[in-house]
C-alpha cells in the first residue's frame, strides 16, 4: 500500500529552485520525510529528507545548484552535496539520501517509494 | 665529535637573525649557541620603537618566533651584559662569571650620542634608542603634563635626522607641542637633498612640529630642582620640559678595544669581507662593524652580515660587499624614501625633479649622463613609486623617467623584465630570483608561502605589493592558471561580480549567470549574488527568485544548528538592555522552551527554535521592540561596548552611545563576511576593540581608529588606522572603510587578509585623501544604505505571501519534525544526540 503514488500538495505550492519538505508514509508503513525539488528548468526530484551525514531532517532548506551537468543539492550543515536523480553524495557514492518516484497529476505532485 | 660553543655578544635585531638563521640551517647539531644580551626583553623590533605608543605592550614588539629560544641547544641570557672578551683565552666575562667559547660574534650595535652640550646629563634629558628609553621618555612627559596645569608638555628634539624626527612624532603622539633643532641647514641630511629637506620641514610643520635648521644646540638650563626648564642655541632659548639627543649613533666598540681588536679611528670593529675581526674566532656584525669600507647604520646591511657568518660558521664562503642602503619611512605621517646615489654623486649624473610646495611632493630621480639609466633618487610626500623604482637602480628606466614622478603619470611598468638579481627586499636582501624560485622550484602559490620560503616582505612588508606582482606572473609563466575565479560557474573574482552587477544594474540571478557565468550555480555563488544584491539595496532578502539564492540561515533568518533547529538573536545595539527587553526575551524563551546563552557579542542567542516556530517568536520579539540581529547574515554583526564614561571612572569617552550609534548606522549592512565592531571608553580596552573588524578606541582628543582584527581560528590584532579623529571624522572614514571593503574583498575574505592583499597604505590613501575619486561615491552608497534600512523580520511579518517559507511541511505547515528529541542538562534542554561517543567527564562539586 505504502508503495502506491500519494499526493502531497500542489505543483504551485513549490518554489522554483527551492526545497519543500514533505510528510508522507514509508514503504514498510513507516512515518518517512520527503525533499522535493522543482527546479527551473521544469525538472522535478524527490529524495530523502534526512542527511545521512548528520541525522538531521534538513535537505529539503539545501541550496540547489549545478556541479558540471550533475544538478545537486547541497546540505545546508555541512555542505556536501547529492545528485539529485540519484540522491549520491558527489564525494562519496556509498552515502546517499535515497530517492523517490514524483509525478504531477492533475496539477498535484505525488510521491512513491522505490 | 662533541659541540663546539658560539658566544653572541649582544641580543638585538642582528643577533636575532644570526640565531634564526642557524637554527634554520641545523647548526645546532654542531654548536651551542649562547646569546648575551644585556637588555630584560628578548630581541625586539627596534625600528618599530615609535609604534611602542601605540601597541602599550611592548612584548607585541618582539621579533619572530619565540619559539626560537626554546630551540635545544640555544640560550638567551637576559639582562646579562658581556663586560670582557679575552680572545687569546677564548673566553668572556659576564656578572663576574667567564664563559669558554669556540666562536664569538660581537653583535653589540651602537648607542646614542649626546653632543657635548653643557647640561646634557641633567633630569629630563633623554635618549630615542631603546624600549626603556622610550617608556622613561614617556613617563616623564606624562608626568609633567600632569603638573604643568593645562598647558601640554613642551619638547625639544636634537637632531632633524631619521632618528630625530622619529623622536618627534614619538613627543608629539604624547600631546607635547614639539620642536626639532637641527645643525644642518635641512632634515634629514644623510638621506635627502635640499629640495627634499625643505618639502620635508613643510610637511613637518604642517603637523605643528615647528622646525629650526641651521641652528646648535649650546646649553641645556635647569631649573632649581635640577631639571631640564630651557635648550638654549645660537638661535632663541627654547623653554622646554624634556630635551630628546636624537644627533647619531657611535658603535659600540668598547669590549673590542679593550680587547686589543683592531677598530677604525672613527668608530667600528675593523672586518674582513666574512665578517672576521683582527682576532681568531672572533666575528662581528650589525652597527659595530666596519665592514666593505664603512659603519652601517641600517637593519637590511646587518641582517646581510648575520647571514655571511652564519654561512662561515657552517663552512661556506659567503662574503659581505656592501648593502643598499636603501630607505622608505613613515615619519610624522610622512612619506620619507631615498635610494640609490640619493644626492647625484655619480660623474656627469642627471636629475629629474618634480616639486609641488602646495601638495607637500617633492620626487627627484638621479639618472646617467645619457638619461637612460636610474642611479637614484628621492621621493617625499609620496613614496609609493619607490617600491617598483628601487630595484631598477643600475639599469635603464625603460620610459621617459618623468612617467614616475608626475602625479598622474603613466601606470608603472610591470615587474615581469625585472632581472633576477635585483633585489626586491632589502631588509632580507632577496632578489627578484629567488622570489621567481620560491614558485617554480619550492613550488608555492600563495603569498604566505612565499614569504615563508624566501623570507621577501616579512620585515617592513614595504615591498609585498611587489613580490605578489612577481609570483602572480611567474604562476601564470609556468602554465598555472590563477583561478581567482568564484566557482565553476563564475570565472569572475566577487569584487569584479560585484562591478558587474552594480554597472549592469541587473538584479535577477538568471540573468546574472545567463550573462556572466554557466550553469544554474551553487552553495557559492548563489549567495555571493545574493549577498552583493542586498549590499546594493535591491531589495528584500526573500524577494522573488533571489529567495533561491539563500543559504538557509538568510533564507528563514536565523542560525541552523546541529539538529536542525535554528537559534535566534535580536539586536542589542553596543549590549545596552533595559530590565524590560531582558524579561520580553526571557519570556519568549519560556514560552517556546528556547535555550538561552550569552554571546560573545554582548546579546542573546536562543536555541531550539523550530523552522515553523520562528514567525511566532519574531511577532512577539518585534513587539517588545526588538530587531533583527543578523546573526546568520554575512553582515554587520555586533558594536561591542564597555561602559566607558557612563558609568566608569576611568573612561574618557561615551563608548556606549558611540557603539549604539555605529551599530545602527551599520546594522543590515551585507558584506563579502561577517563584521564586528567594538567600542572602548578608554586606552584599558575592556571591549577588546582590537580584535574586531573595525576598532575604536578613546583618546583623550577623540578616537583612535583600529582596523583588521579578529578572534576565530586565525586571531589577529587590529592595526592603527588614524587617530585623534572626531566623532564626525571616525564615522565617514569608517563608512568610507566598510563600503570599500564590501566592494573590493573577496568572497569569506575578513577584513584583516583584505587589508594585507590590499595594503592598509593603499587603503588610507583611498579613504583620508580619496586617491581614487571615490569618496564621494563611498558616502553616498553608505547614505543610501542608511536610509534604506528597515528590520526585515518586522518586514516579513507585515506580508503573508513570505511566511510560506517558514513552513516545516509543504503538506503539514505547522507539524514539529517528529524525530527531534531533547534531554535536560544544567536547568536547560538540549538536543538528545548525536552523543559524544567519547570523551572527558569533569567531576564538578565535591570532591
Request: net charge negative; hydrophobic share 40%; proline share 5%.
Amino acid at each position: 500500500m505504502s508503495t502506491t503514488w500519494q499526493p502531497v500538495c500542489p505543483l504551485d505550492a513549490l518554489v522554483p529552485d527551492r526545497g519543500a519538505a514533505a510528510l508522507v508514509t514509508g514503504p514498510g508503513g513507516e512515518p518517512a520525510q520527503v525533499a522535493l525539488f522543482r527546479l527551473s528548468s521544469g525538472d522535478l526530484h524527490a529524495v530523502g529528507h534526512r542527511d545521512p551525514f548528520s541525522g538531521a531532517n534538513v535537505i529539503a532548506r539545501g541550496l540547489v545548484g549545478s556541479a558540471g551537468e550533475v544538478p545537486v543539492v547541497i546540505s545546508p550543515l555541512h555542505k556536501q552535496a547529492f545528485d539529485l536523480r540519484s540522491g549520491a553524495a558527489l564525494d562519496d557514492p556509498e552515502v546517499s539520501l535515497g530517492t523517490w518516484d514524483v509525478r504531477v497529476v492533475d496539477g498535484q505532485v505525488e510521491v512513491r517509494a522505490r | 665529535m662533541s659541540k663546539r660553543t658560539l658566544a653572541v655578544v649582544g641580543a638585538g635585531m642582528v643577533a636575532h637573525r644570526l640565531v634564526e638563521a642557524l637554527v634554520e640551517r641545523g647548526a645546532t647539531t654542531e654548536w651551542d649557541i649562547e646569546v648575551f644580551g644585556e637588555e630584560s626583553r628578548p630581541p625586539y623590533d627596534r625600528v618599530a620603537l615609535t609604534s611602542f605608543f601605540t601597541l602599550r605592550d611592548p612584548d607585541e614588539l618582539l621579533l619572530g618566533d619565540r619559539g626560537l629560544w626554546r630551540t635545544t641547544g640555544v640560550r638567551l641570557h637576559r639582562s646579562s651584559p658581556v663586560d670582557a672578551i679575552d680572545p687569546a683565552a677564548g673566553t668572556l666575562t659576564t656578572h663576574g662569571r667567564r664563559v669558554r667559547y669556540d666562536a664569538a660574534v660581537l653583535a653589540t650595535g651602537s648607542s646614542a650620542t649626546v653632543p657635548p652640550v653643557r647640561g646634557a646629563d641633567a633630569e629630563g634629558c633623554f635618549v630615542y634608542r631603546t624600549v626603556d628609553d622610550v617608556a622613561e621618555l614617556r613617563a616623564w612627559v606624562n608626568e609633567r603634563s600632569g603638573r604643568a596645569g593645562g598647558r601640554p608638555a613642551r619638547g625639544v628634539v636634537v637632531g632633524g635626522g631619521l632618528l630625530g624626527l622619529e623622536a618627534a612624532g614619538a613627543l608629539t603622539q604624547l600631546g607635547a607641542e614639539t620642536t626639532v633643532v637641527e645643525l644642518s641647514d635641512r632634515l634629514m641630511p644623510l638621506q635627502v637633498d635640499a629640495g627634499g629637506g625643505e618639502a620635508l620641514r613643510r610637511l613637518v610643520e604642517e603637523l605643528e612640529v615647528r622646525v629650526l635648521t641651521g641652528t646648535a644646540s649650546t646649553e641645556v638650563v635647569t631649573g632649581r630642582n635640577g631639571r631640564v626648564k630651557a635648550l638654549r642655541t645660537d638661535g632663541p632659548t627654547l623653554d622646554t620640559d624634556v630635551v630628546v639627543f636624537a644627533t647619531g649613533v657611535r658603535p659600540r666598540d668598547e669590549l673590542a678595544r679593550a680587547a686589543g681588536l683592531e677598530v677604525h679611528e672613527r668608530g667600528g670593529v675593523l672586518a674582513d669581507e666574512a665578517c672576521r675581526t683582527s682576532a681568531e674566532g672572533v666575528y662581528v656584525i650589525g652597527e659595530a662593524a666596519h665592514v666593505a669600507g664603512r659603519t652601517w647604520g641600517l637593519v637590511g646591511p646587518g641582517y646581510a652580515m648575520a647571514e655571511v657568518v652564519a654561512d662561515r660558521l657552517l663552512g661556506g664562503d659567503a662574503r659581505f660587499e656592501g648593502a643598499d642602503p636603501s630607505t622608505k619611512l613613515k615619519l610624522l605621517g610622512v612619506d620619507v624614501a631615498s635610494f640609490g646615489d640619493a644626492f647625484g654623486r655619480t660623474d656627469g649624473s642627471l636629475e629629474v625633479v618634480y616639486s609641488d610646495p602646495v601638495a607637500g611632493l617633492y620626487k627627484k630621480l638621479v639618472m646617467s649622463d645619457d638619461a637612460s639609466e636610474l642611479l637614484g633618487g628621492v621621493l617625499i610626500g609620496d613614496a609609493s613609486a619607490y617600491t617598483s623604482l628601487r630595484p631598477m637602480v643600475g639599469r635603464p628606466l625603460g620610459v621617459d623617467p618623468t612617467a614616475w614622478l608626475l602625479p598622474d603619470g603613466v601606470e608603472p611598468p610591470g615587474s615581469g623584465d625585472l632581472p633576477d638579481d635585483a633585489v626586491v627586499c632589502s631588509c632580507n636582501n632577496v632578489a627578484a630570483g629567488q622570489i621567481r624560485s620560491a614558485v617554480c622550484d619550492a613550488g608555492c602559490t600563495d603569498l604566505a608561502g612565499v614569504k615563508a620560503c624566501s623570507r621577501a616582505g616579512t620585515s617592513c612588508g614595504s615591498c609585498v605589493p611587489l613580490v605578489k606582482r612577481l609570483m602572480d606572473a611567474e604562476l601564470e609563466a609556468a602554465g598555472v592558471t590563477i583561478d581567482r575565479g568564484l566557482c565553476e560557474h563564475f570565472s569572475v573574482t566577487r569584487a569584479e561580480l560585484y562591478e558587474i552587477v552594480r554597472i549592469t544594474g541587473l538584479t535577477r540571478f538568471s540573468e546574472i549567470i545567463g550573462r556572466h557565468g554557466t550553469g544554474h550555480g551553487c552553495d557559492i555563488c548563489r549567495p555571493v549574488v545574493a549577498s552583493i544584491l542586498a549590499s546594493l539595496g535591491r531589495g528584500h532578502v526573500l524577494d522573488d527568485e533571489n529567495a533561491a539564492l539563500q543559504d538557509t540561515n538568510d533564507h528563514v533568518m536565523a542560525n541552523l544548528q546541529k539538529d536542525g533547529t535554528y537559534s535566534v538573536v535580536p539586536r542589542i545595539p553596543g549590549g545596552e538592555i533595559t530590565p524590560d527587553g531582558l524579561i520580553a526575551i526571557g519570556e519568549v524563551a519560556r514560552a517556546f522552551g528556547l535555550y538561552t546563552k550569552i554571546t560573545g557579542g554582548q546579546r542573546i542567542d536562543l536555541f531550539g527554535a523550530r523552522i515553523e516556530q520562528l514567525p511566532q517568536i519574531w511577532e512577539r520579539l518585534v513587539d517588545a521592540g526588538f530587531e533583527s540581529g543578523h546573526a546568520y547574515g554575512k553582515a554587520l554583526r555586533t558594536v561591542k561596548s564597555c561602559v566607558g564614561s557612563t558609568w566608569c571612572r576611568y573612561g574618557v569617552q561615551d563608548s556606549v552611545g558611540l557603539a549604539i550609534a555605529l551599530e545602527l548606522r551599520y546594522r543590515g549592512l551585507r558584506s563579502p563576511h561577517k563584521i564586528k565592531l567594538g567600542v572602548s571608553g578608554c586606552a584599558r580596552e575592556c571591549a577588546e576593540a582590537r580584535s574586531k573588524d573595525i576598532g575604536v578606541i578613546a583618546s583623550e582628543k577623540g578616537w583612535n581608529l583600529y582596523v583588521g582584527g579578529n578572534g576565530g581560528f586565525t586571531p589577529r590584532h587590529a592595526q592603527l588606522f588614524a587617530e585623534d579623529l572626531t566623532t564626525e571624522e571616525l564615522v565617514r572614514t569608517i563608512d568610507r572603510i566598510l563600503q570599500y571593503y564590501v566592494r573590493t574583498a573577496d568572497r569569506l575574505q575578513r577584513t584583516a587578509p583584505w587589508l594585507e592583499e590590499v595594503g592598509i597604505e593603499h587603503v588610507r590613501e583611498v579613504v583620508l585623501e580619496d586617491s581614487l575619486g571615490i569618496g564621494a561615491e563611498l558616502d553616498a552608497m553608505m547614505a543610501r544604505h542608511v536610509e534604506g534600512y528597515e528590520d526585515e523580520w518586522a518586514a516579513t511579518l507585515r506580508d503573508p505571501a513570505k511566511l510560506a517559507v517558514f513552513a516545516s511541511y509543504v503538506n503539514a505547515p505547522g507539524t514539529a519534525d517528529p524525530d527531534l528529541a531533547y534531554l535536560e542538562e544544567r536547568g536547560q534542554r538540549r538536543p538528545a544526540g548525536p552523543v559524544l561517543v567519547a570523551g572527558p567527564s569533569i567531576p564538578v562539586g565535591k570532591p
